[in-house]
């Protein structure tokens, strides 16, 4: 069983920047595949990007060249930085561990974009 931690949530005015964090419990880097998805109200969970054990990483069209997700093997922790972040990004994001047959959800964490 694997538990994942997101914080680093909150309220930032259009433009702005917020980094997210996903602490897992335990070291699952070398062979699990990690990533951020977000569900806004009334829509279905969509991912935002991936990240492998290899650092190679996969980002949504609406996100590219402006959120960055990185891991760091020491700390078991995934981030995601996320700048010029718009109205459109409020949604509550959710880290996610996955190695098939194994998928496992953070709580989520609240992200709101408005002036």
């Known amino acids: 069983q694997v538990q994942l931690v997101e914080s680093g949530g909150g309220l930032v005015q259009p433009g702005g920047s917020l980094r997210l964090s996903c602490a897992a419990s335990?070291?699952?880097?070398?062979?699990?595949?990690m990533g951020w998805y977000r569900q806004a109200s009334g829509k279905q969970r969509s991912l935002v990007a991936t990240i492998t054990s290899e650092s190679i990483s996969n980002y949504a069209d609406s996100v590219k060249g402006r959120f960055t997700i990185s891991r760091d093997k020491a700390k078991n922790t995934v981030y995601l930085q996320m700048s010029s972040l718009k109205p459109e990004d409020t949604a509550v994001y959710y880290c996610?561990?996955?190695?098939?047959?194994?998928?496992?959800w953070g709580q989520g964490t609240q992200v709101t974009v408005s002036s």
């Open positions: 996610n561990a996955w190695r098939n047959p194994y998928n496992y």
């Open positions: 335990r070291s699952i880097f070398s062979a699990y595949v």
